[in-house]
């Protein structure tokens, strides 16, 4: 299956429980074969699981999901090591980030100390246990899903942890249309129970190496610069973007032009992708207008390269 093929058909298998939300399931999508986690912030009820659950199930790999609560410990995250009587030696019992697909719903209502339990295997895919590492599995996503942070019984994401997630998007509630469409749907059955995996994990391994080999001009390259050090110029940002998220901002419109069936990155690309990638990592100073509304105005205010973008 070719790559533009296999991406839509993910896309299109979580749309069938998450009817209206193209842009959320493309998004998610682009994150997986883009190597990088998703944060998914809303308010309870608009299929913020339904997404991380759906994306799961459409590829044929290992998932686990962690459901994070306020006596969640890191060693419920990572694993542990045991004491095997048998063999009297310490053995490690894997936790359950030990996936290709890991599912952490409501992380913020687990302790700062926990959430910190995923700061090394987020960034570096793996876990370091009583002085011993070990790799976590490839690929390996985290699809964490949080209420907003105001919400009675949750903590804030600490700026390092939201710093490792490349793309935080909201789901919105639906339209009529489609609330009407969903409550027909699921008067009868689950559409869960009719989900199946459309791409395999090989699948994804290879998607994920083809879209690395996406070329990105010089051009687009310092676009992607330009937009991020805008945010840190900006007297209403008091914390911008990190080089981390120009790495991630370019990996991912890598993916989206692949998903387009290009072989090069446009500004589109970049600017579609602005936000997600962007705006969770700022924080604004008092009385400033939204950080969505920030990147949307980096973006208005910095030029767009122009010319050949293609591979010479």
Known sequence: MEFRDAARAVCANIETVLGGKPQAAETAVVVLLAEGHLLIEDVPGVGKTVLAKALARSVSCSVRRIQFTSDL???????????????TEFEFKPGPVFANIVVGDEINRASPKTQSALLEAMEERQVTVDGTTYRLASPFTVVATQNPH?????????????????????????????????????????????????????????????????????????????????TRR??????????????????????????????????????????????HRLLAVRGAPSADDLVREVVASVAVPAGDLRPT
């Open 150 to 230: 105001e919400m009675e019984g949750t903590y804030a994401l600490p700026e390092a942890q939201r710093d490792r997630f490349m793309a935080r998007i909201e789901i919105g509630y639906p339209d009529a249309a489609a609330e009407v469409d969903m409550l027909a749907d699921r008067d009868e059955e689950n559409p869960f129970d009719r989900l199946r995996p459309v791409v395999s994990v090989e699948d994804v391994q290879r998607m994920i190496a083809q879209a690395r080999g996406v070329h990105v001009s010089g051009a687009v390259q310092r676009y992607v610069v330009d937009l991020v050090q805008s």
């Open 73 to 87: 410990m890191p060693s419920d995250v990572t694993g542990v090591s045991a004491f095997n009587p048998a063999t």
């Open 234 to 279: 900006d007297h209403r940002i008091r914390l911008g973007a990190s080089p981390r998220a120009s790495l991630q901002l370019v990996r991912a419109a890598k993916v989206r032009a692949a998903v387009a069936g290009r072989s090069f990155v446009l500004p589109d690309d970049v600017d579609t992708l602005a936000v997600p990638v962007l705006a």
